[in-house]
C-alpha cells in the first residue's frame, strides 16, 4: 500500500506541474515553458516518478533491500 500512495503523490505533483506548464502556454510564455520543461519542476516531477517505477521494477527486492536466495 505505500508504493501506491507514495506514486498517487508523485502523479498528483506531476499533474500540478502540468497545471503550471499549461499556464505558462496559455499566457504566451513559450520560452518560459520549454524551461520549465526542460530543466524546471515539470522535469523533476517527470524524473521522480520515473525513478519510482524504474526502481520498484528491478527485480524481487525485499523490505530490507535484499532478495531472498530460498527457503528458510
Do not use: C, H, P
Amino acid at each position: 500500500m505505500k508504493y501506491a500512495r507514495q506514486t498517487q503523490e508523485a502523479l498528483d505533483r506531476l499533474d500540478q506541474s502540468l497545471s503550471g506548464l499549461r499556464n505558462l502556454i496559455k499566457r504566451g510564455k513559450n520560452q518560459d515553458a520549454l524551461k520549465y520543461m526542460e530543466t524546471g519542476d515539470l522535469k523533476d516531477k517527470f524524473e521522480e516518478l520515473q525513478n519510482m517505477i524504474t526502481i520498484s521494477s528491478t527485480g524481487n527486492i525485499g523490505v530490507r533491500g535484499t532478495q531472498q536466495t530460498g527457503n528458510f
